[in-house]
């Protein structure tokens, strides 16, 4: 059985480069026959090697995204369900489990898991989509939050927004913004807006107001709770995908957020959460 990686590195980072060459070489001395490796394009550029595009990685068996969380947050836009390593560049890597040093033997580890099994078992992460509650548009998903905002944050920036859960009103107030965060994202944006830290393995959803005139607590739900979010009171909003992808709003609008239906899986070494949290300032 020939094993398809995937390998990534972080943009414009040597140490990422490099250690992808080390990953791309130890795998082609010690499994040349049963191995296909592939290279994002800046990284074939920087290493000599022959590149493909992020998005063309989506059949591999696995992808290793070598640099921070942003980086694997990429990567997870662009492959989807497929099994994901991540290598740790960054400050608290709550994503990405394996260090530098161990990425080598890991990576060598999951070709041999791969060529044993069926599939790779892994930790599931679900991500949401926000959509027109009309049908319109489709946000691309978001591994750590979904935000809905005004025009822009601070004094005279907000909308209004009223959120419901379950076809019931939690909150309407004028506010920066509200947010929708999975517990992968609940050390991202969700904890910078006064969200609470949420056990990865918990089954929910954190719904937290930015700067709201009328602030309610943060709210943990069940993750299938139909949510709603009507803004008003503002020329335009916009809604947002893990910071990245963003859909313009026309206010007065409705924009629903659920569970989207293909989740991420990492795979390989899990790193300890608790752990992290001591990284975190």
Same mark, same amino acid.
């Given at each position: 059985m020939e094993v398809a990686v995937g390998l990534v590195a972080q943009r414009d980072n040597e140490r990422a480069q490099a250690l992808a060459r080390e990953i791309k070489t130890t795998l082609e001395e010690v499994q040349s026959a049963s191995?296909?490796?592939v290279v994002d394009e800046l990284t074939g550029e920087a290493i000599d090697?022959?590149?493909v595009s992020v998005d063309r990685m989506h059949d591999r068996d696995f992808v290793v995204s070598i640099g921070g969380d942003g980086t694997l947050l990429f990567v997870a836009r662009e492959v989807g369900p497929t099994p994901i390593l991540g290598v740790n560049l960054g400050e608290v890597g709550f994503l990405n489990a394996v260090s530098p040093a161990d990425a080598v033997d890991a990576v060598t580890?999951?070709?041999?898991?791969?060529?044993? @099994?069926?599939s790779l078992e892994g930790r599931?992460?679900?991500?949401?989509?926000? %959509?027109? $509650?009309?049908g319109d548009w489709e946000l691309e998903p978001a591994l750590n939050e979904i935000v809905i905002h005004g025009p822009r944050r601070g004094h005279g920036g907000g909308a209004t927004i009223d959120v419901r859960v379950d076809g019931r009103r939690y909150v309407e107030s004028h506010a920066d913004g509200v947010l929708v965060a999975t517990p992968t994202g609940s050390? @991202?944006?969700?904890?910078?807006e006064g969200g609470p830290i949420v056990q990865p393995s %918990?089954? $929910?959803l954190v719904v937290t107001q930015?700067?709201?005139a009328d602030a309610m607590p943060p709210l943990v739900v069940d993750p299938g709770t139909p949510l709603e979010f009507t803004v008003s009171g503002a020329d335009t909003a916009s809604v947002i995908s893990d910071g990245r992808n963003r859909q313009r709003l026309e206010p007065p609008v409705?924009?629903?957020?659920?569970?989207a239906d293909d989740p991420i899986t990492l795979v390989g070494p899990q790193g300890s959460f608790v752990d992290g949290l001591e990284k975190l300032e």
């Amino acid at each position: 059985m020939e094993v398809a990686v995937g390998l990534v590195a972080q943009r414009d980072n040597e140490r990422a480069q490099a250690l992808a060459r080390e990953i791309k070489t130890t795998l082609e001395e010690v499994q040349s026959a049963s191995v296909d490796i592939v290279v994002d394009e800046l990284t074939g550029e920087a290493i000599d090697a022959a590149g493909v595009s992020v998005d063309r990685m989506h059949d591999r068996d696995f992808v290793v995204s070598i640099g921070g969380d942003g980086t694997l947050l990429f990567v997870a836009r662009e492959v989807g369900p497929t099994p994901i390593l991540g290598v740790n560049l960054g400050e608290v890597g709550f994503l990405n489990a394996v260090s530098p040093a161990d990425a080598v033997d890991a990576v060598t580890d999951l070709v041999t898991a791969t060529t044993e @099994a069926d599939s790779l078992e892994g930790r599931t992460l679900s991500r949401l989509t926000a %959509t027109e $509650a009309n049908g319109d548009w489709e946000l691309e998903p978001a591994l750590n939050e979904i935000v809905i905002h005004g025009p822009r944050r601070g004094h005279g920036g907000g909308a209004t927004i009223d959120v419901r859960v379950d076809g019931r009103r939690y909150v309407e107030s004028h506010a920066d913004g509200v947010l929708v965060a999975t517990p992968t994202g609940s050390t @991202a944006y969700n904890l910078s807006e006064g969200g609470p830290i949420v056990q990865p393995s %918990t089954d $929910a959803l954190v719904v937290t107001q930015m700067a709201a005139a009328d602030a309610m607590p943060p709210l943990v739900v069940d993750p299938g709770t139909p949510l709603e979010f009507t803004v008003s009171g503002a020329d335009t909003a916009s809604v947002i995908s893990d910071g990245r992808n963003r859909q313009r709003l026309e206010p007065p609008v409705t924009v629903t957020v659920s569970l989207a239906d293909d989740p991420i899986t990492l795979v390989g070494p899990q790193g300890s959460f608790v752990d992290g949290l001591e990284k975190l300032e």
